[in-house]
């Protein structure tokens, strides 16, 4: 089973970050517009990505979760948590964008974002609804210092 698409698309249109157009770092005024950052379950960065574009596009997290899986056994599940997995999913379907992929993800979506959603992607993607998160909120990301070299202040 399966979320409609439908749900998914009224889900992407709620979200400001899901507009690739919506632009909250002028690219005029810096070089680096925000940091995506791929984490270990233990919120170890694995691979961080320089977002170089104004608004939250998705090649970013596509390009990170290719890395990994270079890194990965074919054999191997991984669990996404993302503010937006559900429309990360639904490009992967829509488009049929990196088929090879598609029976080893797992999507949910970040618990402090998950309430933002549609009923029906809460259902679909909460961690709470799946036993493959344990007590995983994926929120570890908020201790990512800005500047690395500074260390981590959370």
Not at 5 to 34: E, H, P, R, W, Y
Not at 69 to 85: H, N, R, S, V
Request: proline fraction near 3%.
């Amino acid at each position: 089973m399966n979320v409609l698409n439908s749900v998914l698309d009224m889900c992407g249109n709620s979200f400001i970050a899901v507009d690739g157009d919506c632009i909250k770092a002028s690219t005029q005024q810096f070089d680096d517009t925000g940091l995506m950052a791929l984490l270990c379950h233990h919120d170890i960065a694995l691979y961080i990505a320089n977002m170089r574009t104004a608004g939250k596009k998705q090649f970013y997290a596509f390009a990170l979760v290719a890395a990994l899986f270079k890194e990965l056994p074919e054999w191997w599940t991984m669990g996404i948590l993302y503010d937006i997995a559900c429309q990360i999913h639904l490009s992967l379907l829509k488009w049929n964008f990196m088929p090879e992929w598609h029976s080893h993800i797992i999507f949910g979506v970040l618990v402090f974002h998950a309430y933002g959603h549609q009923w029906t992607c809460q259902l679909w993607y909460h961690p709470q609804k799946s036993e493959i998160w344990g007590l995983s909120d994926g929120e570890g990301y908020c201790t990512i210092p800005a500047d690395p070299s500074q260390g981590n202040s959370g």
